[in-house]
């Protein structure tokens, strides 16, 4: 059974670009949540979607926004990258909404913005 | 705000011996907490997880130890080996917001 997929693994951006990040989820899981993660800050939570409605979001500015689609796959975009915003993106999915179903967790997608 | 607390930052044991993670947590709504485990340039992988209603849960060399009162949990992993030499994250979830609130993770390194 394929894993969690992310692309693009890696991201090379410049300041004030914008970024779209992608993850499919295993097959059958509808909700998928992504989580920053940084030396500095450790594992922060960005949003979560289950059937395409986003449930949760975490304390982001607005310029992190994300979507899900009629087959689960998911995109967050960044738009006007800044420095900080330098990080690797991670996706889980699992099988229902809510973080006591066991969520599995992509590769990431390295973002460096310069 | 740090809703979970986890220590030590790293951790340095001899192959055999045992390692101890230790976290807290200060929101009394949170009722699942599990453990991940990141391999460098991989994305983190469900370990083992407990809910406050037992005090102990055991999977091979891992067990979790937990302190409802004292809300306090732990991840004890015995006879470690070079292979378990990871970064270990604690979390916790519960409350309004159904999302994994991290620890800041704890670099384990099992010398041979």
């Not at chain 1, 670009?17 to 940084?38: A, E, F, K």
Request: aromatic share 12%.
């Amino acid at each position: 059974k394929a894993g969690v997929t992310q692309t693009p693994r890696y991201l090379i951006k410049t300041r004030g670009q914008q970024v779209t990040l992608s993850c499919s989820p295993i097959s059958g899981h509808r909700s998928v949540s992504w989580y920053q993660q940084t030396p500095g800050q450790g594992l922060q939570f960005l949003f979560e979607y289950f059937s395409e409605t986003q449930r949760n979001k975490g304390n982001f500015p607005g310029r992190f926004s994300g979507r899900q689609f009629s087959n689960s796959r998911s995109e967050m975009n960044v738009s006007t990258l800044e420095l900080g915003d330098s990080a690797l993106y991670l996706c889980a999915s699992s099988k229902g909404p809510g973080g006591d179903t066991e969520a599995f967790f992509g590769q990431g997608t390295r973002l460096t913005v310069v | 705000q740090q809703q979970v607390k986890q220590s030590p930052q790293s951790l340095i044991v001899q192959k055999g011996g045992i390692s101890i993670i230790n976290c807290a947590y200060e929101n009394t709504a949170f009722d699942y907490f599990p453990w991940y485990q990141q391999f460098p340039g991989k994305g983190p992988a469900l370990l083992i997880a407990i809910r406050p209603d037992v005090s102990e849960k055991k999977e091979g060399r891992f067990t979790i130890s937990f302190n409802k009162s004292a809300k306090q949990f732990s991840l004890h992993i015995m006879d470690s080996q070079p292979g378990d030499s990871a970064t270990y994250f604690c979390a916790a979830v519960g409350g309004s917001n159904y999302k994994l609130t991290f620890g800041k993770g704890t670099l384990l390194t099992v010398n041979p």
